[in-house]
């Protein structure tokens, strides 16, 4: 009996790591989304030079999330940047008075944000997003693209 | 009078956006430096010697920006600047006086893809200049002081209207100035002033990803106020502060070319910049008022970023300090963290003047600790 409660236990731990690893894995990627009036403006290569500062962004919002973790997805696998030269791009652009990130806190602040201002930009989880999709929204955003 | 209308409706619609928008979409951000400079030689022929001791406020400064958006095309923008206001003053007298950099408001006209500012702002003279208070962004101390006091003043009063466009799938950035008004000239104990008049300009930026081209003209006339001390005869002894007024006749024209490359680990920034006075009475004699250029090589190393800075500048024979000065800096910075960067510096500065107020031929060493922060 004690054997088998050994085994229950170590199996109960190795389906436990499974689980984790296949949301890690789910976590990695991340959607980009827009305010539906704006979907058919922007390209992934615009995106990316509104984020990195080289492209004008006129009074578009770009969102960036507060949460660490994705927003070093984020930089890492779309943008290819590291936080501080990320830092060093939006400090360019905020203290010469051209524009400043929105910012949100986490997943569920960027698509509330995103459902409210038309000509805005953000990115969450594609976990956080298929959950999204489960519920009934008829102002939901819509997908630009998504980073694998 | 036409500065003043424009300052005016600057600041009153800054004011209208603040009060419309103060519970809603105001972004504060702001940056701060602080440093610890040594003198390593006395040489008192140097116009760079800083004296004995530790000079702690020279490039120690804190800053807030403040930006409203306001419907769909409107911004206004405004940064806020605690600074040493001199740097011949002594630690024991430094002249901090808080107050607004530069404010202006932004109009993006989506039809035509323009982008209008109005009202006090930097002069985008060099690679950095708009945004020459945050050390966040860019390898030095600061830009090399030689290269600097090249460039005429600081910020304008008037309207800037820019456009950017793709070009073969680079940002190409063209903007168009002008104005005038009491800028920001060179810091001394008091201020010089001088009044900007007639300015126009244009400068134009090339931009990739990790790279960037630059390049500003800008002509425009001037008035100095140069301060002069006389002593009084009688006790306590006192001295008086006279202005005295140059007109400086002719047309001031400034031009500057440079180039900023960083990718991988690779950092190499580089500019030159020259200065001519044109008489009123010779359409096409122009006198060269000065020229220099500095070169910055860097490797980054993870968080080390090590770099050497050479830089030159030569002034024309009737320049208030007319020779040639030149400056090696070795740099060592250390990223803390996405908001912060610590940075050494070990500098020699030569210089060779002589002419009229100023005469000196030295060499200056001196070693720099501090730390850049944007919050």
């Known amino acids: 009996m004690r054997k088998f409660s050994c085994l229950i236990v170590q199996f109960g731990f190795f389906f436990g790591a499974l689980a984790y690893a296949h949301l890690s894995i789910a976590y990695a990627e991340i959607t980009i989304i827009t305010h539906p009036a704006t979907k058919n403006q922007w390209t992934e290569k615009q995106v990316h030079d509104l984020y990195v500062g080289t492209l004008r962004a006129g009074q578009v919002r770009v969102l960036e999330q507060t949460d660490s973790e994705i927003r070093k997805e984020f930089y890492d696998k779309f943008l290819q940047k590291s936080e501080a030269q990320m830092k060093k791009i939006w400090s360019v652009l905020i203290f010469s008075g051209q524009r400043a990130p929105s910012l949100a806190a986490n997943n569920q602040a960027t698509l509330d944000y995103v459902k409210t201002h038309p000509d805005s930009i953000g990115y969450v989880s594609s976990q956080f997003w298929k959950l999204e999709l489960t519920k009934p929204d008829k102002e939901r955003p819509v997908v630009l693209f998504v980073v694998k | 009078m036409l500065r003043r209308i424009v300052s005016l409706v600057a600041a009153l619609i800054f004011g209208m956006f603040s009060l419309n928008t103060f519970a809603a979409d105001i972004k504060l951000n702001g940056f701060a430096s602080a440093y610890a400079r040594a003198s390593l030689t006395e040489d008192p022929h140097s116009l760079w010697t800083d004296g004995k001791g530790v000079n702690y406020s020279n490039d120690t400064k804190i800053g807030l920006n403040l930006r409203s958006d306001y419907e769909e095309n409107w911004s206004a923008n405004a940064q806020l600047v605690a600074a040493q206001k001199s740097i011949l003053a002594t630690n024991s007298s430094p002249t901090w006086a808080p107050g607004f950099d530069w404010f202006f408001v932004t109009y993006d006209d989506p039809a035509t893809d323009l982008s209008i500012n109005v009202g006090r702002q930097l002069f985008p ?176 190393f993870g968080k080390f970023l090590p770099h050497y800075t050479y830089s030159y500048a030569k002034f024309d024979a009737g320049h208030l300090i007319a020779g040639h000065e030149k400056s090696h800096a070795l740099g060592l910075n250390y990223q803390m963290n996405p908001s912060t960067v610590v940075k050494g510096e070990y500098l020699i500065q030569e210089d060779t003047h002589g002419a009229l107020v100023l005469s000196s031929e030295g060499t200056a060493r001196s070693v720099a600790l501090g730390i850049n922060l944007v919050f």
């Open chain 2, 125 to 300: 003279g060099t690679l950095t200049a708009e945004y020459v208070d945050v050390g966040l962004t860019y390898p030095w101390r600061r830009l090399p002081e030689q290269f600097a006091s090249i460039q005429p003043f600081k910020a304008f009063e008037g309207v800037s209207v820019q456009r950017q466009m793709n070009l073969f799938g680079q940002a190409l950035s063209i903007r168009v100035f002008g104005g005038g008004g009491r800028p920001n000239g060179f810091d001394t104990v008091p201020p010089t002033t001088a009044e900007i008049d007639d300015l126009i300009g244009t400068r134009l930026n090339l931009e990739g990803d990790g790279w960037k081209l630059h390049s500003t003209y800008s002509q425009f006339h001037v008035v100095q106020l140069i301060p002069s001390y006389t002593a009084t005869p009688t006790p306590p002894s006192n001295s008086t502060l006279n202005i005295i007024r140059i007109a400086i006749p002719g047309t001031i024209r400034v031009f500057t070319l440079g180039a900023h490359y960083e990718k991988e680990s690779l950092m190499i920034y580089s500019e030159y910049s020259q200065s001519h006075l044109s008489e009123t009475d010779a359409i096409f004699t122009s006198r060269e008022l000065a020229k220099g250029y500095y070169s910055t090589l860097g490797y980054h």
